[in-house]
C-alpha cells in the first residue's frame, strides 16, 4: 500500500490519542507512527490486527528522543502532546525543531484553554503560554496548530469525584450554584485533532482554537448523573480552604492552589464554532456520562 501521507503521534496512547487514531486510522491514504514508551499498550488499546504497513510503533520517550529523531524523516504532519511539567516547552521545542528540521510541515500541538488567561495567572497558563510561545519561535518554522481544550470530562475518573459518587451518591465542589464548569470531551478534542491533520495545511496555518464543549453548573451536572446513573447523585458546596487542604495532602502547594484557582476561574461560555470544526455538534456532558455509564456503576 502507498501512502499519501505519514503522521506521527506523541501522546497517542491516552484519552485524547484514543479517538484521534481511531479516527485517522478509519483514512486509507494515512500511515500513522505512534511514540510510546510502551510499545505492547497499542495493541492492548487499538487492537493486534493492525492493517499492515499502515501502523509503526517506536519506543521512546520524552528525555531520550534519539527513537524519535531517528525516525521522524518521512512524515508531513506531527501531533505533539505533552503530559504537563514545568519542563514541558523545552521538550516540545526539542520534539519541534527535529520535526520542522526533517521536513515536517504542521505540528498539531494539545495547549490548553489556561494559556487564553491573562499573563501567568496560574503555574499552567505559564507553562502553556511559554510553551506556545517557544514553538512559535523557531526560526524556518512551518505551520502550528494550537488547541486549548478546556476541562476534561475525563477528570471525573482521575480525581476524587467518581469515588463519591459511587460509593456516596454525591461529588464536592467548591463552586456556587450558578458558577459554571468549561466541559469538552477528550473524544472531540482527539477527533479535531484528526480533522485538521487530515485537512490541507494552509487552510489552518497558525490557528488557535479553543474548546469549551458543554459548561454546566454543578446543579445541572447532578441533574445529568442522576438521569443517566437512575439514582439521586447530589452536589455539596465546600470551602476554598476545605479544597485546598484535600489536594495538599497529595501535590505540592503551587499546583494545589492552581487546581483550586481553575475551579473557579474557568466559567467561560461554549466556544463559538466549535461544532463547524468538528462537522457536528460538541459532545455534551450527559452524553459523555452515558457512554461511560460502568465506570459509574
Ligand atoms: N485534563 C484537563 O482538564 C486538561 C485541560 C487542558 C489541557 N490538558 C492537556 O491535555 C494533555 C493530556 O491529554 P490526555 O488526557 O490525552 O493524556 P493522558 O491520557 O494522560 O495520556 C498521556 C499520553 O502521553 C504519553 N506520555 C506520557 N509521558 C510520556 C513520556 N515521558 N514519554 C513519551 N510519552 C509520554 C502517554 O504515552 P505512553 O503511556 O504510551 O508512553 C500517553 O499517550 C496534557 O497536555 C494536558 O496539559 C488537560
Not at 31 to 36: E, G, K, N, S
Not at 173 to 191: A, H, L, M, N, V
Request: proline share 6%.
Amino acid at each position: 500500500m502507498v501512502y499519501e501521507e505519514r503522521v506521527y503521534l506523541i501522546g497517542a496512547t491516552g484519552n485524547i490519542g484514543k479517538p484521534l487514531v481511531h479516527k485517522l486510522l478509519t483514512n486509507p491514504k494515512i500511515a500513522l507512527t505512534l511514540y510510546t514508551r510502551t510499545p505492547s499498550k497499542v495493541q492492548e488499546i487499538f487492537g493486534s490486527d493492525l492493517p499492515q504497513g499502515k501502523v509503526t510503533v517506536i519506543e521512546g520517550d520524552y528525555e531520550n528522543q534519539k527513537p524519535f529523531q531517528e525516525s521522524i524523516t518521512g512524515h508531513t504532519r506531527l501531533f505533539l502532546l505533552l503530559t504537563p511539567s514545568n519542563e514541558s516547552p523545552r521538550i516540545a521545542r526539542e520534539f519541534a525543531e527535529a520535526a520542522y528540521s526533517a521536513g515536517v510541515q504542521q505540528i498539531v500541538v494539545i495547549s490548553g484553554i489556561v494559556a487564553s488567561l491573562p499573563w501567568r495567572l496560574t503555574m499552567y497558563t505559564e507553562i502553556t503560554q511559554k510553551l506556545e510561545q517557544d514553538l512559535l519561535n523557531i526560526p524556518k518554522r512551518k505551520a502550528i496548530v494550537s488547541l486549548r481544550p478546556a476541562y476534561f470530562m475525563t477528570n471525573i475518573f482521575a480525581g476524587a469525584d467518581i469515588t463519591s459518587i459511587k460509593t456516596a451518591n454525591m461529588f464536592a465542589d467548591i463552586r456556587t450554584e450558578d458558577q459554571t464548569r468549561p466541559w469538552i470531551s477528550p473524544k472531540d478534542i482527539g477527533e479535531l485533532s484528526a480533522n485538521i491533520l487530515q485537512d490541507p495545511i494552509k487552510k489552518h496555518g497558525d490557528a488557535v482554537y479553543e474548546m469549551i464543549g458543554d459548561p454546566k453548573t454543578p446543579v445541572e451536572e447532578a441533574k445529568s448523573l442522576s438521569r443517566v446513573l437512575g439514582r439521586e447523585i447530589v452536589y455539596k458546596k465546600i470551602s476554598e480552604e476545605q479544597f485546598y487542604e484535600n489536594m495538599a495532602k497529595y501535590m505540592p502547594h503551587r499546583v494545589a492552589f492552581m487546581f483550586m484557582q481553575m475551579a473557579t476561574l474557568l466559567t467561560q461560555k461554549r466556544t463559538p464554532g466549535l461544532s463547524v470544526l468538528l462537522g457536528r455538534a460538541p459532545q455534551t456532558l450527559e452524553e459523555w456520562v452515558e457512554e461511560n455509564k460502568a465506570a459509574f456503576l
